[in-house]
Structures are given as structure tokens and as C-alpha cells.
């Protein structure tokens, strides 16, 4: 059995990463484990380091609400109540989000998978496969139907536990984001594992440069996109997986079989304002695959996303696509079904209505 992780990585690059330059004088760094994650910030002017010790305060704040671990956090309060729970406004809020994202996305997104991510070891540490029965068993304790939130109270059902391991840093992220704005920050790059948060453009007044992991080979990137003030968030089946007899297991569990998903994305970066949304969708468009993540999409134009799949293409959204740069350059483009040579690129098609462009490589 093998176990990867991405915290052995994590300062390298993460999921999606940040392509580090150097740093002038007014710039201020700091790094914390939290979250399960290594994160690494970067804030440029005068109050950066202040406004950056903040931001690890908050974050630390966060963790102690959120984390599935802890049994004194709000999580496991409500995990262990059996009922009601009074908890804080920020739980409430971000659970009563998490459902709303379940229903937009046909389930795929569903924080209450955690008591068969359990069994299956992604929280324990003690990573094996499951026999069907007892998959069967613990699947009746899911289902986003079974928690409801009334203002600060949460309440499951059958014995329902969250998990906001999906939704958490890229809530955090944005969070870090408001609170950087608030002291005066208006350039700063945040790294919370795979969740990158862009603060305004980089001091030079050009786009920060974010890296797009190659999933089959994750010390390369495969793709940047240029962002400003936005939040790029990676999810990939590489991230963190065991295998068992020759199959890798993902810690992205698929709602309808309670099993780690078999996806055809390798991995799904969302790029957008609202860094909570991205982290949920980057999640959910691994389970909903491509087709479902493209219909997705299609209908939600303000959000965009680069989509690896495991038959090598890189589908791109419109949005997206001018800001978006190949690096791994024996990449070729397949606009649509139209075969385009080799190292050619064509200009997005503004109007056809599919705005999703596809690459091979
Ligand atoms: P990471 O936490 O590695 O950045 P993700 O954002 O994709 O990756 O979140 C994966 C985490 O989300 C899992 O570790 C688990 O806590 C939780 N999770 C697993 N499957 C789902 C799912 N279908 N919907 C929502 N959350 C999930
Ligand atoms: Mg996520």
C-alpha cells in the first residue's frame, strides 16, 4: 500500500501553485501548517506584516470551527450531538452554503461523506478498502438532506456528520483576502495547499502568474493562467490517494456509491471572485467528470476552469482562455473537433456557445 500526500510537496508546488519571484523590501512572507495543508503568503506595501500575522490568526480561528478532527471544534460538536447543535455564525453560514452547493451541483458537492471517508481511512490514516456491506451501511447516514441549518443551529439526522474539507480553505482564502484589503494590502499572493487567493496584481501592476500542476507528472506544471484579484483552486485525484492491489483510491468520494471516485479529470482548477465557490466546484466537477463539469460550466459563465483529463486534454473556459498559457509545449490544440496543427493556436470563438476549448497533449 502507498500513501501520497501533497504535504511532502506542498512547498514546492501545490495543486495549482504560485511561480515564485523575488522578494523586494516592502514584501513580507510567512507560512503555517493548518487545514491539513502547507500554506505560504505574500503581501507587498507597508503594512503587510501586520496585516499578514492577521491573516494566521484568522486562519488558526478558522481551523479551531472547522476541523473534522477536533472534537471540540463546531464540526465535531455537531458530528458527535445526534440533534441540534448552537453553533457559530460562520459554521452556520458556511454549512447552509455547502447544501446549497449539493442541490447546484446534482449532489456532487455533499460535505456529509465523512463517515465513510472515514472507514475508508482518509481521515484515520488506516487506508483500506472497505467490503461493500459496510459501504452499504454507512451511506444511510449520508445525504445533504439529512442536515439543516435555522441561524446558528445545525441539525442532522441519522446520525449525519460534515465534513468541510472541501469548502474550507477556499472559504479561508477569501476571508485572507478581506482581511488583507481591510489593512491596506492591495498585493499579496496566498497559497493554502492547492487553494491560491490573489490580492490585486502583482506590486509591478501585471497579473500574478499561477502554475496548473501536470498531474501525471507533478513536480511539472502543465498550464498557468494570469489572474488578478481572484482565487484559482485546484482538486486533482493525484493529490492525495492510497493504493490497494494495483488501484489508487482517492480521498474524493462519489456521493452515489460512497467509494473514492473514478473521474475522467485528473484535475479541475476554478477560477473565479468567490474563492468558497471554487474550492466546492473544484471538488465537485472531479465527481460530475467532464461532460457534467462543461454543462456546469456553460450555464455559470462567471466561473472559469482549466479541466485535465485523463485522455490528456485541457479544456478551457472562454473566460479564461486569453489569460491561459501552455507550458508544457509538445501540447497540441483540438479547438472544439477541429483538429489545429501542432503548436498552432486559434483565437476563442467569442461566439460560439459551448465556451470551452480543448487541448491534447
Ligand atoms: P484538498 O482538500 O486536497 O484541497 P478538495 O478541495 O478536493 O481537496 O477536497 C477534498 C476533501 O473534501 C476531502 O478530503 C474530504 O474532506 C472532502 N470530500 C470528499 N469527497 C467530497 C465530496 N464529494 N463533496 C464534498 N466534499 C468531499
Ligand atoms: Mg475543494
Same mark, same amino acid.
Given at each position: 500500500?502507498?500513501?501520497?500526500?501533497?504535504?511532502?510537496?506542498?512547498?514546492?508546488?501545490? +495543486?495549482?501553485?504560485?511561480?515564485?519571484?523575488?522578494?523586494?523590501?516592502?514584501?513580507?512572507?510567512?507560512?503555517?501548517?493548518?487545514?491539513?495543508?502547507?500554506?505560504?503568503?505574500?503581501?507587498? +506595501?507597508?503594512?503587510? @506584516? =501586520?496585516?499578514?500575522?492577521?491573516?494566521?490568526?484568522?486562519?488558526?480561528?478558522?481551523? &479551531?470551527?472547522?476541523?473534522?478532527?477536533? /472534537?471540540?471544534?463546531?464540526?465535531?460538536? #455537531?458530528?458527535?450531538?445526534?440533534?441540534?447543535?448552537?453553533?457559530?455564525?460562520?459554521?452556520?453560514?458556511?454549512?447552509?452554503?455547502?447544501?446549497?452547493?449539493?442541490?447546484?451541483?446534482?449532489?456532487?458537492?455533499? %460535505?456529509?461523506?465523512?463517515?465513510?471517508?472515514?472507514?475508508? !481511512?482518509?481521515?484515520?490514516?488506516?487506508? *483500506?478498502?472497505?467490503?461493500?456491506?459496510?459501504?452499504? =451501511?454507512?451511506?444511510?447516514?449520508?445525504?445533504?438532506?439529512?442536515?439543516?441549518?435555522?441561524?446558528? %443551529?445545525?441539525?442532522?439526522?441519522?446520525?449525519?456528520?460534515?465534513?468541510?474539507? !472541501?469548502?474550507?480553505?477556499?472559504?479561508?482564502?477569501?476571508?485572507?483576502?478581506?482581511?488583507?484589503?481591510?489593512? +491596506?494590502?492591495?498585493?499579496?499572493?496566498?497559497?493554502?495547499?492547492?487553494?491560491?487567493?490573489?490580492?490585486?496584481?502583482?506590486?509591478?501592476?501585471?497579473?500574478?502568474?499561477?502554475?496548473? &500542476?501536470d498531474p501525471e507528472n @507533478?513536480?511539472?506544471?502543465a498550464a498557468?493562467?494570469?489572474?488578478?484579484?481572484?482565487?484559482?483552486?485546484?482538486?486533482?485525484?493525484?493529490?492525495?490517494?492510497?493504493? =490497494?492491489? !494495483?488501484?489508487?483510491?482517492? *480521498?474524493?468520494?462519489?456521493?452515489? @456509491?460512497?467509494?473514492?471516485?473514478?473521474?475522467?479529470?485528473l484535475?479541475?482548477?476554478?477560477?473565479?471572485?468567490?474563492?468558497?465557490?471554487?474550492?466546492?466546484?473544484?471538488?465537485?466537477?472531479?465527481?460530475? !467528470?467532464?461532460?457534467?463539469?462543461?454543462?456546469?460550466?456553460? #450555464? *455559470?459563465?462567471?466561473?472559469?476552469?482549466?479541466?485535465i483529463t485523463?485522455d490528456h486534454r485541457i479544456?478551457?473556459?472562454?473566460?479564461?482562455?486569453?489569460?491561459?498559457?501552455l507550458i508544457e509545449n509538445s501540447y497540441s490544440i483540438i479547438?472544439?473537433?477541429?483538429?489545429?496543427?501542432k503548436?498552432?493556436?486559434?483565437?476563442?470563438?467569442?461566439?460560439? /456557445?459551448?465556451?470551452?476549448?480543448n487541448f491534447q497533449f
Open positions: 500500500m502507498m500513501m501520497k500526500t501533497k504535504h511532502a510537496l506542498a512547498f514546492l508546488c501545490a +495543486g495549482a501553485c504560485l511561480i515564485m519571484s523575488a522578494c523586494t523590501p516592502e514584501c513580507s512572507e510567512s507560512s503555517l501548517f493548518a487545514m491539513d495543508t502547507y500554506m505560504t503568503f505574500k503581501a507587498y +506595501g507597508e503594512n503587510s @506584516t =501586520e496585516a499578514l500575522s492577521q491573516v494566521t490568526a484568522e486562519i488558526q480561528r478558522l481551523e &479551531k470551527l472547522f476541523s473534522v478532527t477536533d /472534537p471540540n471544534s463546531d464540526i465535531g460538536r #455537531i458530528n458527535s450531538s445526534l440533534g441540534p447543535s448552537d453553533v457559530s455564525s460562520e459554521t452556520a453560514a458556511l454549512i447552509a452554503r455547502s447544501l446549497e452547493i449539493n442541490k447546484e451541483t446534482n449532489g456532487a458537492f455533499d %460535505i456529509t461523506l465523512y463517515p465513510v471517508s472515514k472507514e475508508w !481511512g482518509f481521515t484515520t490514516g488506516s487506508y *483500506h478498502v472497505p467490503d461493500s456491506e459496510t459501504i452499504n =451501511e454507512l451511506m444511510k447516514q449520508t445525504g445533504s438532506d439529512k442536515v439543516t441549518v435555522s441561524e446558528n %443551529i445545525v441539525t442532522v439526522s441519522d446520525g449525519a456528520q460534515a465534513d468541510l474539507g !472541501g469548502i474550507a480553505k477556499g472559504y479561508a482564502g477569501q476571508i485572507a483576502a478581506e482581511i488583507l484589503k481591510e489593512n +491596506g494590502v492591495t498585493s499579496a499572493l496566498l497559497s493554502l495547499g492547492g487553494n491560491i487567493q490573489a490580492i490585486g496584481s502583482k506590486p509591478d501592476g501585471t497579473a500574478w502568474s499561477v502554475g496548473i &500542476k @507533478t513536480s511539472q506544471l498557468a493562467v494570469s489572474v488578478c484579484d481572484k482565487a484559482v483552486v485546484t482538486s486533482g485525484t493525484y493529490e492525495r490517494f492510497f493504493e =490497494e492491489n !494495483g488501484t489508487a483510491y482517492c *480521498h474524493i468520494i462519489d456521493p452515489k @456509491t460512497g467509494c473514492p471516485v473514478q473521474s475522467d479529470l484535475s479541475a482548477t476554478v477560477i473565479g471572485y468567490d474563492g468558497t465557490l471554487c474550492d466546492a466546484l473544484s471538488t465537485a466537477f472531479i465527481v460530475m !467528470g467532464q461532460q457534467k463539469a462543461e454543462e456546469y460550466l456553460n #450555464i *455559470h459563465t462567471d466561473i472559469d476552469a482549466v479541466l485523463t479544456f478551457v473556459t472562454n473566460g479564461i482562455f486569453g489569460d491561459f498559457s479547438p472544439h473537433s477541429t483538429l489545429i496543427k503548436g498552432e493556436r486559434s483565437e476563442p470563438d467569442r461566439n460560439f /456557445p459551448f465556451s470551452i476549448f
